[in-house]
Every structure is written in C-alpha cells, then in structure tokens.
C-alpha cells in the first residue's frame, strides 16, 4: 500500500503503517549508519574492502592521519561491528566483518522496499 493510497475522505494523506523493517531494528541500524556517516571511515572500509586484511599502521599513509586518530576511527567502525580486528604480536590488523556488512547493506535496501 503506498501513501497515495491512504487518503482521508476530507483529502488529508495518512501514511501506511506496513513498515518494512521491524521499529525495534532501527536503533542499531541508525547507529551503524552513524558510524559509515563520517568521511574518513567510509574511506576505511572501501580500503578494508579492497584489500582484505590490512594493518592498522598501514593506513596512516593513505588516509594522510596519525596513527592515534586511525586507532579512534577503527575503534569506532569495530564497537559498531562492521570490521574484526585481528591481533599479530604486536600488531592489529582490520578487517570487514563481511556478514554484517551485509546485513547493513540488505536493512538499508529494505528501507526503500515496496511491500
């Protein structure tokens, strides 16, 4: 049913109520689409998706930052689940969580779907 759909008998639209993502997962969406909302970690996860696993501290040259504001970028793409950090000795290396990835692709795609 679409909103054209729902007119009142005085004219007035009222919106359909089908919702095709659950209200209860909207939270959760939200946050991890807060999280892809900033530049710098949307660049993260298209050289995390390029390349597969890739150190922390190979990322400071092509995002043109210091090694502490990576660490907080990759903090926050992983509190919010969307990449997997692997500890090498004393290295980290980032990698996406595939899975959810596309389960954040797929929830955004339902948004826009007609039911």
């Known amino acids: 049913m679409t909103v054209g759909e729902n007119l009142l008998a005085d004219g007035v639209c009222m919106p359909g109520t089908e919702l095709t993502v659950p209200t209860e997962d909207l939270g959760p969406l939200a946050a991890k ?3 892809l909302g900033d530049p710098t970690r949307m660049r993260i996860v298209q050289i995390l998706a390029a390349n597969g696993s ?15 504001t990576v660490s907080h970028h990759l903090r ?3 509190d919010a689940g969307l990449t997997v950090r692997d500890k090498r000795g004393t290295w980290a290396f980032f990698r996406l969580a595939d899975a959810e990835v ?6 955004i795609g339902g948004l826009a779907a007609r039911p």
């Open 54 to 68: 890739v150190c922390a501290c190979d990322l400071e040259g092509p995002l043109g930052l210091s090694q502490p």
């Open 76 to 78: 926050q793409l992983t």
């Open 102 to 107: 596309a389960g954040l692709a797929a929830a």
């Open 33 to 35: 689409v807060k999280v």
